[in-house]
T-cell receptor
Framework: DAGVIQSPRHEVTEMGQEVTLRCKPI?????LFWYRQTMMRGLELLIY????????DSGMPEDRFSAKMPNASFSTLKIQPSEPRDSAVYFC?????????????FGPGTRLTVL | SQQGEEDPQALSIQEGENATMNCSYK?????LQWYRQNSGRGLVHLIL?????REKHSGRLRVTLDTSKKSSSLLITASRAADTASYFC?????????????FGKGTTLSVSS
């Protein structure tokens, strides 16, 4: 298995532009998570899905952020409009079964820079 | 707020020495997990210890869990330069199978040769 796949690996954009991050979870996994990592705030959970349904989006910072999972093999995290404070590394992770009972597999991350 | 808090924040040792990192948490848990993150990479799962376990081993890793003190420790024996990374503990809350893990802020380990 190729593991969790994220694209792009790096994204540089200007303030106000729309940014779309993509994730392909491990086949068969029923949970998908989006995290954001910064030096100041550490690793923050943004949203997670179970069987393609959003379960908890309380970590999404504001309405500029949205996430979708149209099928079991694909998810997107969109930021519109982007702001410099959104600069961070965004990770996608997936797991099989109860999220709090099993290990999570992380993708390599997308490093986002908003100028 | 963060559930797990690692201690120390940073640790520097020589190759061959043992490294011990600690994690404290606040609420009842179902399990506690340790992850490693190499610079510029995603997190990699190291070991999971369930709330009814007290100690677990995996290769050069030894994890202990004390639920009465709400704390865990990760011991890396005979450290190598390749162990240089950040280490995070993550907790899964009890009775919430669908809940996500909560990560601490990590311990940065530097192993010099």
């Amino acid at each position: 298995d190729a593991g969790v796949i994220q694209s792009p690996r790096h994204e540089v954009t200007e303030m106000g532009q729309e940014v779309t991050l993509r994730c392909k979870p491990i086949s068969g996994h029923d949970y998908l998570f989006w995290y954001r990592q910064t030096m100041m705030r550490g690793l923050e959970l943004l949203i997670y899905f179970n069987n393609n349904v959003p379960i908890d989006d309380s970590g999404m910072p504001e309405d500029r952020f949205s996430a979708k999972m149209p099928n079991a093999s694909f998810s997107t995290l969109k930021i519109q409009p982007s702001e410099p404070r959104d600069s961070a590394v965004y990770f996608c992770a997936s797991s099989l079964g109860g999220a709090s009972r099993n290990e999570q597999f992380f993708g390599p991350g997308t490093r986002l820079t908003v100028l | 707020s963060q559930q797990g808090e690692e201690d120390p924040q940073a640790l520097s040792i020589q190759e061959g020495e043992n490294a011990t990192m600690n994690c404290s948490y606040k609420t009842s848990i179902n399990n506690l997990q340790w992850y490693r993150q190499n610079s510029g990479r995603g997190l990699v799962h190291l070991i999971l210890i369930r709330s009814n376990e007290r100690e677990k081993h995996s290769g050069r890793l030894r994890v202990t869990l004390d639920t009465s003190k709400k704390s865990s420790s990760l011991l890396i024996t005979a450290s190598r330069a390749a162990d240089t990374a950040s280490y995070f503990c993550a907790t899964g809350r009890a009775n919430q199978a669908g809940t996500a893990l909560i990560f601490g802020k990590g311990t940065t380990l530097s192993v010099s040769s």
